[in-house]
């Protein structure tokens, strides 16, 4: 694509985008239809050597929610394995992660990527409340 197409679709895509959230903010829509679509929760966390931050998130159990991960230095992983979660999470790059626990509970999340000295130690924990 040459850089003059590649322009105008950013700009199309923009023109979607302000259309949408006109239609979003209740252009003729009922409220109750804009309210059933349930965006889940975005959470973001940040790893580096050898930490998540936060360390610990707490949602509602059954809501949606997204994990939306970076990271701040080098590749590290995000493994929770009761949620069937494995994800990499590579510097420069936003990894979105969704979750959905239908039980409460803490649910630790490990880099399971060796990382450096620090990796074994490098936890999370998300913690599904009522
Ligand atoms: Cu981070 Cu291993």
């Keep these: 694509m040459n850089t003059q197409a590649k322009c105008r679709r950013v700009a199309l895509t923009l023109a979607l985008v302000g259309a949408a959230m ?20 975005v959470i973001e966390i940040k790893a580096k050597k050898y930490e998540f931050s936060p360390s610990q998130i707490t949602f509602k159990k059954g809501a949606p929610v997204v994990l939306r991960l970076s990271s701040e230095d080098r590749s590290h992983g995000f ?52």
Excluded at 27 to 40: H, I
Excluded at 83 to 105: C, F, M, N, S
């Design 79 to 130: 493994f929770v394995k009761p949620l069937g979660v494995d994800a990499d999470i590579k510097p420069g790059q936003v990894t979105d992660v969704a979750v959905r626990p239908d039980a409460t509970g803490e649910y630790v999340v490990i880099c399971d990527h060796y990382c450096g000295l620090g990796h074994g130690n490098m936890k999370m924990t998300l913690n599904a409340v009522q």
């Design 22 to 41: 006109t239609i979003g903010s209740g252009g003729g829509w009922s409220p109750r239809r804009v309210a059933a679509a349930e965006p889940p929760q």
